[in-house]
């Protein structure tokens, strides 16, 4: 069965390093999203990605955040410099064009900030 | 805005004892309600629609558009049940976010 593929499964950074967080969607998903999950929280959603652009982004996908594909196949979610809050569990999920509104997710990468 | 409530952090129940995780959307428009489930160290997976008005591993839902709820049940709780469950929110557009509840966890002793 196909997977979303993201790595690294777990990253540890200092407070205001960059870091980019990787995803494989399935490859005939046109649909991609990015999810985070603060320990205890609730699954939050950070942004939608369709047609190489962003087609909807939360509060929370303040200017230290960025996605992009760079090629045919990763969806990156960059944050530009880091703060102890974003520590979270990032999940990324795509789905395909047509269908019902039926997420596949990654098995999430766990970033901590210190 | 849309917003899902799922009022229990924790469900424990023994094997063999009818489970009922419970779910109150808000919701402006019409909804598609989910119920996504996470397996210890085992991803986000949907587990039923209600849309596609079926049971998966002896779980059902019904979405109660008066009550607006969307509770999963099941008549009998096995220990493999135990895990993470969230129910989920989107509009019927392609474009519609996907919100998720806190989540319940369920676990089912022997």
């Known amino acids: 069965e196909p997977e979303v593929t993201q790595t690294p499964s777990h990253q540890v950074t200092q407070m205001g390093q960059e870091v980019i967080l990787r995803c494989v969607p399935i490859s005939n998903h046109l649909y991609f999203y990015w999810y985070r999950q603060i320990l205890g929280q609730k699954v939050e959603f950070l942004v939608s990605f369709y047609n190489n652009e962003i087609s909807e982004k939360s509060e929370i996908f303040d200017d230290q955040f960025s996605v992009e594909r760079p090629d045919g196949s990763n969806f990156t979610l960059k944050i530009r410099s880091t703060k102890l809050e974003d520590s979270a569990m990032y999940f990324c999920a795509s789905r395909e064009i047509s269908g019902a509104n039926v997420l596949t997710f990654g098995a999430g990468s766990r970033l901590t900030v210190l | ?110």
């Open chain 2, 1 to 110: 805005a849309q917003r899902v409530t799922q009022p229990e952090k924790l469900l424990s129940v023994f094997k063999g004892a009818p489970v009922e995780l419970k779910c109150n959307y808000s919701y402006s428009g019409s909804p598609e309600l989910f119920w996504y489930v996470q397996y210890s160290r085992q991803r986000l997976q949907l587990l039923l629609r209600h849309i596609s008005r079926e049971s998966i591993k002896g779980f059902t839902a019904d979405l109660n558009k008066g009550e607006t709820s969307f509770h999963l049940k099941k008549p009998f709780a096995q220990e493999e049940d135990s895990a993470m469950y969230y129910c989920a929110l989107s509009g019927h557009s392609g474009y519609s976010t996907l919100t998720f509840g806190k989540g319940t966890m369920l676990l089912v002793s022997p």
